[in-house]
């Protein structure tokens, strides 16, 4: 039995084996009916040690972390009559689902020396919220295209890989050769969320917005509301509507697709897409909506703990706008502490931010600036796409509007010149 890319899977059973070969697809296109396949696949063949870790890695993204430590011992208890490329393939997500990610991303480097096609233990290193995009590290979006590059002789026209390839190269300011990636990777799997996101990029980076609306427009209605990436891409296509002025289309996709209780998307998503929607349509002179960011801030105490790699550089964005500064100012403490003491992998990048908004609702436009100049090229460290940040440099734009600064607004947009997206602030328009 061999898998879409030709390894060995150690199985006897062909309905295992097709249904294992759907689920993995289906999680490398964030496709609906993940946890259905594998479940048909284990009861085909309880003993399927590769379709127990596809589980854990499944419930990992959606941060069922007991339901994911658990398929991944069951998955390292059966790997005992599996091939060593499968043996090492579960100890990369078993050290994944464990919490020893810089761990997993060594040996994930060394596996791929001798199995480079094997996909599903490639892609935990891959795209802005994997292995490499949660490093912390400033050179991180260079340091995943020289990653996947070499690979790509081995992937040929394979739509998955062209996907992540293309994503890389698009948060490099590669933006045509990713769109062209993009656009073939759909013509190969048009149900492809990751391909629609990834094209949906291409897209905003040029500045394309009427095309990426209209792309959407015909995308999104045969999308499944099951996606890992529902909320996701429905928040680009709200964030597109704000850019093009219409505001009651950009809250109704929100409203009924990002916020808490109306997807069922991973929590990280849900929380980042809601706060920074939230507060990129005030930066576009909308009114705040102090009902919608309770909802908000509740889902972040409900689901958010400890403090976790992007969900810190958002979070002061919920207490700041709410007026809860003893919250804040905590929030700030313990961000600044573990960030100092080299617990967080953007170190003290989420204090600083929070400080920075926290600035903002208090109208110290001076501050913010002072907060946010020297931060921006830091802020990559958190994560994220470069769209995503657009949070953090928005704000910069809008500090400098209100302080009476456009001349320096418009000069720090102009001295980013591999880009061109839509900047939605109020009282900015880059002449």
Request: charged letters at 25%; aromatic letters at 8%; one cysteine or more.
């Amino acid at each position: 039995m061999q898998d879409r890319y030709g390894l060995e899977l150690s199985t006897s059973s062909a309905a295992a084996r097709d249904a294992y070969v759907e689920g993995i697809d289906q999680m490398l296109s964030a496709e609906a009916g993940v946890e259905d396949s594998l479940a048909e696949a284990l009861e085909a063949d309880p003993n399927f040690a590769l379709a127990h870790a596809a589980l854990a890695r499944q419930h990992q993204v959606y941060a069922r972390v007991p339901e994911a430590q658990a398929a991944a011992a069951t998955a390292v208890e059966l790997r005992g009559g599996t091939t060593a490329r499968e043996q090492r393939h579960i100890e990369i997500i078993d050290l994944l689902v464990t919490g020893k990610v810089p761990q997993a991303l060594e040996l994930i480097g060394r596996h791929l020396d001798d199995h480079p096609r094997d996909a599903f233990a490639l892609a935990p290193a891959c795209g802005v919220f994997g292995a490499i995009g949660f490093s912390g590290r400033i050179d991180r979006e260079a340091e995943l295209l020289r990653f996947l590059e070499p690979l790509a002789t081995h992937y040929g026209d394979d739509w998955w890989f062209a996907t992540v390839h293309a994503f890389a190269l698009i948060e490099q300011g590669q933006w045509d050769r990713g769109r062209r990636m993009a656009e073939r990777s759909l013509e190969q799997r048009p149900a492809s969320a990751h391909g629609a996101h990834t094209l949906t990029h291409a897209l905003l980076e040029a500045g394309a917005d009427n095309e990426a609306i209209g792309f959407l427009d015909g995308w999104i209605a045969d999308s499944d509301r099951a996606s890992v990436l529902h909320c996701h891409i429905w928040w680009h296509y709200a964030l597109l509507h704000i850019a093009a002025g219409d505001d009651e289309a950009a809250r109704q996709a929100v409203r009924e697709n990002c916020f808490p209780g109306a997807t069922t998307s991973p929590p990280i998503t849900v929380f980042s897409d809601s706060s920074s929607f939230l507060w990129r349509s005030e930066l576009a002179g909308n009114a705040r909506d102090v009902d919608a960011w309770e909802r908000v801030r509740e889902f972040y105490e409900a689901k958010f703990p400890r403090p976790i790699v992007f969900v810190d550089a958002h979070v002061g964005l919920v207490y700041a706008v709410l007026g809860q500064t003893e919250q804040l100012q905590a929030c700030i403490a313990e961000l600044q502490e573990l960030g100092e003491g080299g617990l967080l992998p953007a170190g003290t990048t989420g204090a600083t931010l929070a400080r920075a908004y926290g600035a903002f609702v208090d109208e110290r436009w001076s501050a913010v600036i002072d907060l946010l100049e020297p931060l921006i090229p830091q802020v990559v460290r958190i994560g994220g796409s470069r769209a995503q940040r657009d949070l953090m440099t928005n704000t910069l734009l809008a500090a400098y509007v209100k302080s009476g600064r456009i001349d320096e607004a418009r000069a720090f947009c102009e001295r980013v010149v591999d880009r061109r997206p839509t900047h939605p602030v109020a009282g900015f328009e880059l002449c």
